[in-house]
């Protein structure tokens, strides 16, 4: 049984990667610690402290939600990391001058401030940040120690009391909430490299498959050739099937090429004038010889406007994402139509492919765009291919500032749409 506090942190703090968990930390900890001073403030303000005491809190409460905000609308992160820890250092002197000094709960922030050091700064900046802290802490009991007549008191002992346990529960949740949110991470990250490995695996292994079969292809096609003797319209199939075969091979190898370039950060786009028309109708008369080839019952519809449509982008590679969304659909639709095409709306264009084909599952639908996933119907067939089209096709898409999501239902077909803007 999970605990509440491990649900909210996963809901606020769930993230694809560690960046975005840091800006979802840094974000959710500016909120906490702002509610947190807003509840304190009332506190004070039950325990008929000092002024200066719930103006303290409410200033914090002020300031952590201005962090807040700012981080949620700029999004700068860096600059986000290095408000917080300098303006949370200067609060918590402060409110250690006017808080009653080490007789109040101050000195339990200098823990849970360094706690949150740990978590958003490396070693480095971390041993320098720490050297800090402890100097602060030094000089701060220099202060106190040589002037401990003068140091102010609680208005009654209930209070002082109230305060410092109030003051160790708040900061102890916010520790226990925050330490319990980075280990789910850690976990959920962990679980999910494992994966990450063991479909690299199944996709090595695939990969081979996916290269020897067309290179076992054109090796007993071509050395029949030699030997044989053939009719002409039998050399024209003979060929016809070395080219395939070339064609895919190449294909295959410019993928894992493009992914290299990913994951290494060398990937580019070329952005120039793409004339829609003429695209779309290169590449129906291109798959009208595949789908005619591959499967009989099934029909081959272009969908676009009547009028020319220009957009600034990188020609091949949308060509690109257009050819993998229809050789997937060509490879899983064995009757009805393939139906593809563009629209135009104001400020994008958005693109389609559908198909009457074999669907994909509600549980699977959130995983067709991940890297090395071949999903199988329900018959456990997996058909032929390497698991890294659609990954292709969602990247690219991204790097020309578009947006692709798909809508399937299984055993009626798939609808594929992306959108780049004009």
């Known amino acids: ?23 979802k930390f840094i974000l959710s900890t500016s909120l906490v ?69 080490s007789r109040g709960p101050v000195l339990y922030l200098f823990v849970v401030y360094f706690s949150l050091l740990l978590f958003i700064w490396n070693k480095r900046q971390v041993i320098i940040l720490f050297f800090m802290v402890l100097l602060n802490i030094l000089a701060l009991f220099v202060i106190e120690y040589f002037n401990t007549d003068s140091l102010p008191s609680y208005p009654t002992e209930k209070a002082r009391l109230i305060d410092v346990y109030t003051g160790l529960i708040i900061y102890f949740s916010i520790i226990f909430i925050f330490t319990t949110a980075a280990r789910n991470n850690y976990i959920r990250q962990y679980r999910k490299a494992r994966e990450s490995d063991q479909l690299k695996s199944s996709f090595l292994s695939n990969l081979s498959h996916e290269i020897r079969t067309p290179l076992n292809a054109i090796h007993g096609i071509s050395s029949l050739l030699g030997t044989e003797d053939f009719s002409k319209e039998e050399i024209i199939s003979h060929t016809h099937l070395i080219r395939d075969n070339s064609q895919y091979l190449t294909r295959l190898i410019e993928d894992v090429i493009d992914i290299s370039k990913i994951e290494t950060g060398q990937f580019t786009v070329k952005p120039e004038k793409a004339h829609l028309k003429n695209i779309f109708k290169q590449l129906h008369i291109s798959f ?85 996933v071949k999903i199988a119907a329900d018959d456990q067939r997996i058909h032929r291919g390497t698991g890294i089209g659609l990954f292709l096709a969602k990247e690219i898409v991204h790097f020309l500032d578009g947006k692709i999501w798909l809508e399937s239902e299984y055993g009626q077909g798939t609808s594929v749409y992306f959108t780049l803007p004009k």
């Open 33 to 101: 610690v702002a509610l947190s001073a807003f509840f304190g403030t009332f506190l004070n303000l039950f325990l008929d402290f000092e002024k200066d005491v719930i103006w303290v809190s409410a200033t914090t409460f002020i300031v952590y939600m201005g962090l807040y905000i700012y981080g949620k609308r700029y999004g700068n992160i860096e600059a986000l990391k290095w408000l917080i820890s300098i303006v949370s250092l200067i609060l918590i002197n402060i409110f250690w001058a006017l808080n009653y000094n």
């Open 1 to 23: 049984m999970r605990l509440i506090p491990e649900k909210i942190t996963d809901k606020l703090l769930e993230s694809a990667d560690f960046s975005d968990f840091e800006r």
């Open 288 to 372: 009208q010889n595949e789908v005619g080839n591959r499967q009989e019952d099934v029909d081959l519809i272009m969908d676009i406007p009547e009028q020319e449509t220009v957009l600034h982008t990188d020609v091949t590679r949308l060509e690109q994402v257009i050819h993998k969304l229809m050789s997937n659909a060509v490879k899983f639709t064995s009757r009805g139509s393939i139906r593809f095409g563009y629209t135009e709306e104001p400020g994008w264009v958005r693109f389609f492919v559908k198909d009457t084909g074999t669907g994909i599952g509600e549980k699977n639908i959130s995983r067709v765009f991940d890297r090395f």
